[in-house]
């Protein structure tokens, strides 16, 4: 028996879609949720900071989109393995609080020689990290290397601090 | 099912099927519309008869409701398939479409000016068969177009009065130019045969003109959302100009042309195909074999160039905000390019194979067709390699042996300096099918044939061993250096394309002709191929019109208006992909119809039994100036 044509041509749509569907469904499957906002307390010290920096680090601050721990090789991006101890001395008379603090909220000031510029302005949309969380990722990068010495008292360039501009 | 009262039995159930269907949803939204339920306050002891109380309850519920002051909320909620479905299949179907609508028009309008040029009538009737589509399609991009912004007026009320205050200025000009759109169309298509040559022309280019305009103004309101410009941080408008040149609004501008073009031509090959296969004589099969082959023609040569184009868009969006590339090509987005990829290879594969089995239409022996088994293998290898992932979904085990997600030897082809090699292997391969397809049937009679085959054939390899050095030699250097080497790649395949095409243009002027092309004498699978083809296109389109959208993610308007609703999730790519099949679905139920309607352009006019109907056949079929 022949099937008539229009069967034959829902058909052959049906199952092209259906193929493409199928391999839809073989790839890893992620729902992705708009980071959850972390309510900071106004009495936090240095080592529940640098946890929160970390959490910001993964959520809101979308960091690890770009960014690595302990990874080699030929990389976009710069590897913050230790990064507290380059941090020290990447620029002459900046501290790594206020290096740090340059590369999130003026990152095009300075960009490490090999990279390509591209860090957005964390404290701007669509990041939006606000004054206090950004210290609280600065305690996590200095445990990378270093020690946490930031409070959320802190101040530097950028928050209004005595280095102010 | 031919006899015609059991035909009319059918399509009075089917309208009265299709009524109650309307009626139902209506009925069901009607339904489900949220009220406030009515509360007796804890502990309350109510006396007063149930009559009574029904009748006070209803007068306090009336009287509440009248001193509710209007309160404009943020978003509503559709029914069980929620918002974000309701006007992602809204406005997919709409963008599918208006991209038919724009495209055939444009092909149309190029292949009536051949047959003005040439005085060669098949290219008029050809023509004319392409705008005869074209009517029913402009009434279904307007419904669609009509839904999706009465979807997001209802559903997303206060996002949409934003876009409306950023780009009100740009509504008029819309709204006029729709209205010319509608005039060039109809007169375009109406005014066929009815005007000098040169008038009808200069309609089919106004027509063009006035729809690649509205193009324009619409990509500038969907390109604001994923790189806003001419806006504050906090949102206000700053200048309107700036807000359509935006980041991204000319590389998709240019993007959407040229996949406009492929989408149109592959859709109108499909309708080709559709009639090849229910022609009954020669004549007619000859005829759609022609068509779908231009058609797709049309489809292939606009595709080539469209991974350029695409690199284009992606640069710009890396360029307006690097975490937005990143989140495209290294985050939640980067597997659907594996999907991608799977489309694009099925592409490139189903297209080779029609001009393989088209070389079978030239009489006699083909002494290219031993060719084709190393053309299949080099498309099979470039597939391969770039529907290669970076990671692997592997057990834990696997991870173990393999000493990370990252194959140790498949990783190295899931990066992009083996994919833009791919690709554009790929796309040289597919142009040589090609090549050898045109000359089938010829013999180059210039002096210099040789020397220009050998040209050709140096052109050729130079390009493809430059774009593998370049491929290899990325794995060396630094990110910056490499992301840069994907320009010469494809400057190197264009300038190989241009220059063997100009090559092959004299070199085949006065070719002797060894063998007639029979048009028709094509095997039926080709027109299975071509419909395959259509529909890939369709999916590939609907696939990347999602990663466009939903780049933004949490974002009506990525990094100034933040999207607070329930659906402000990026879902998995799995829903993605039934979604993206479900809308692909309905476009081709709703483009049979308009196969459908346009195929009774031909069909000879209803006459009583008894009389001569025989004689009537439609006059309107004739389209024209043939």
Known sequence: ?165 | MGNPKIRIALGILAIVIGLAVVGKIASFLVSHEYREPFRVAVGAEDATPREQGVIDEKAEAEKKAMATPYVEPDYRAFPKIGSRVAVWVAAQLHLLFAAFVLAVPLFAFIIEAIGVFTKDKRYDRLAYEFTKLLSVAFSMTATFGAALTFLLIALYPKFTMYLASVFSPTFLPYVGLFFFEAFFLYSYYYGWGKFHPYVHLFLGFMLNLVGTSIMLIANAWVTFMTSPAGVSEKGAVISTWDAVHNFTWMPINVHRFIANIAFGGSVAAAYAAFKFLQAETDEERAHYDWMGYIGNFVAIIAFLPLPFAGYWLAKEIYAFSQTLGLTMMGGAFSWLFIIQAVLIGNLFLAANYYLWLGMGRVEGHNPFQKYIKYLLIGITLCFMVWATPRSIIATVSEVRAMGGAVHPILGFLGVMSAKNTAVNILILTTYMSFLLYRRTGKVATVAWAKLGNALQLGIFATAAIFVIFLGVYGYFVEARVRIGLSVPQVSSVLLAMVSITVIDVFLYAGAKKTAEVRWGKIPAASQYILIFIAVTFTWLMGLMGYVRSGLRQHWHVYGVMRDTSPDAFTPTLGFATIVVSCTVLAFFLLIGFVFWLASLHDKKDWAAAGTASADAHSTHGSGGRH
Not at chain 1, 32 to 54: F, W
Request: aromatic share 8%; hydrophobic share 40%.
């Open chain 1, 1 to 165: 028996m022949k099937i008539p044509l229009i069967p034959r041509l829902a058909a052959l749509v049906l199952a092209t879609t259906a193929f493409y569907t199928y391999v839809g469904q073989l790839v890893p499957q992620k729902e992705v949720h708009p980071p959850v906002e972390i309510v900071l307390k106004k009495d936090m010290d240095t080592t529940e900071m640098a946890k929160t920096g970390r959490e910001l680090m993964d959520g809101k601050g979308l960091c690890f989109t770009c960014h690595t721990i302990g990874k080699k090789g030929v990389l976009r991006f710069p590897d913050l393995e230790n990064v507290d101890v380059r941090a020290k001395t990447r620029e002459a008379g900046l501290s790594d609080v206020e290096y740090f603090a340059q590369a999130m909220y003026d990152p095009d000031k300075f960009v490490v020689p090999g990279f390509n510029p591209g860090m957005p302005h964390i404290n701007k949309p669509p990041i939006g990290l606000s004054d206090d969380e950004i210290l609280c990722v600065i305690a996590y990068l200095q445990s990378l290397g270093g020690t946490s010495t930031v409070t959320l008292q802190t101040k530097h360039a950028y928050n209004q601090g005595a280095a102010a501009k």
